[in-house]
């Protein structure tokens, strides 16, 4: 085989992997939006919480199912609730967000909680946090350390 015939044959399969990325899934991950993405720090190892906005303007529902972080040993999904005028929260494994709905995750409400800091954080700092779906490809998102003050 000739050197050119050996790049084309090469190129090709690149298209084939596009072609195949392309069907995969991915067009669906363009179109959940997501916005003011914070990560509320709390001081010495206490857990820190994300907030976001969701937006799915996809044609099909999709599934939020968790997120992660290098900067945390632990990510969880918390619904802060309040009962008998006593606040707790619980843990939600799931949450579906369907087409042209948003989903607000805020104080009060549903929240990421980050335990067990990997890394020195700071206020102004960037995190990188990939939430993740039961039927999407994996989100990366950055999330803006700040105080708790500010919100
Ligand atoms: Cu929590």
């Keep these: 085989m000739s050197v050119s015939q050996r790049s084309i044959m090469k190129r090709r399969a690149m298209w084939g992997l596009f072609a195949l990325m392309m069907s995969a899934g991915t067009a669906h991950a363009q179109d959940l939006e997501v916005t003011d993405a914070q990560l509320r720090l709390l001081p010495g190892d206490l857990p820190a919480a994300g907030y976001f906005t969701l937006h799915n ?10 997120a992660e972080s290098a900067a945390f040993a632990m990510t969880h999904m918390h619904l802060s609730t309040e009962e008998d005028g006593m606040a707790s929260m ?5 949450l579906e967000v369907a087409t042209d709905e948003t989903l607000e995750f805020a104080p009060g409400g549903y929240h990421l909680m980050f335990m ?36």
Excluded: I, N
Aim: net charge negative; aromatic share 4%; proline share 10%.
């Design 116 to 151: 067990k800091r990997q890394q020195p954080l700071e206020v102004g700092d960037e995190v990188e946090v990939t939430l993740q779906f039961e039927d999407q490809p994996p989100l990366p998102v950055t999330f803006e350390v700040v105080s708790p003050a500010s919100m």
């Design 57 to 66: 303007a996809g044609s099909d529902a999709v599934t939020l199912s968790g």
């Design 90 to 94: 619980k843990s939600v494994d799931q």
